[in-house]
């Protein structure tokens, strides 16, 4: 039972890039999955998530407008669109996977290695 997560790297202000979050040994369609996102010096905080139930989706303020989750169950994968990128959106992206949208990450049972983004001209 694993998370995989991928698609970082390293692009300049305002390029985009698409992170895949990959379950094997279960299937993801019957989770909500987030991502979560620590920069350096800063505690983990949530980025976005959709959920299992009926897709309905979420997002933190910062990057609202500008990130899209989404999930193709064909797949068992969930992506996270990232547009307009930032500076401030430097940090290791980790996807999770829970029962439901949790504030808490206690409440996510399964955690993918994260994935480095370093936005940076």
């Known amino acids: 039972v694993q998370l995989q997560a991928s698609g970082g790297g390293l692009v300049q202000p305002g390029d985009d890039l698409r992170l895949s979050c990959a379950a094997s040994g279960f299937t993801l369609k019957w989770y909500s999955v987030a991502w979560f996102r620590q920069a350096p010096g800063k505690e983990r905080e949530a980025v976005s998530c959709?959920?299992?139930?009926?897709?309905?989706?979420e997002y933190a303020d910062s990057v609202k407008g500008r990130f899209t989750i989404s999930r193709d169950d064909a797949k068992n994968t969930v992506d996270l669109q990232m547009n307009s990128l930032k500076p401030e959106d430097t940090a290791i992206y980790y996807c999770a996977a829970a029962l439901f949208c949790a504030r808490s990450e206690n409440d996510y049972d399964y955690w993918g290695q994260g994935t480095q983004v370093t936005v940076s001209s």
């Open positions: 959709i959920s299992k139930s009926n897709g309905s989706t």
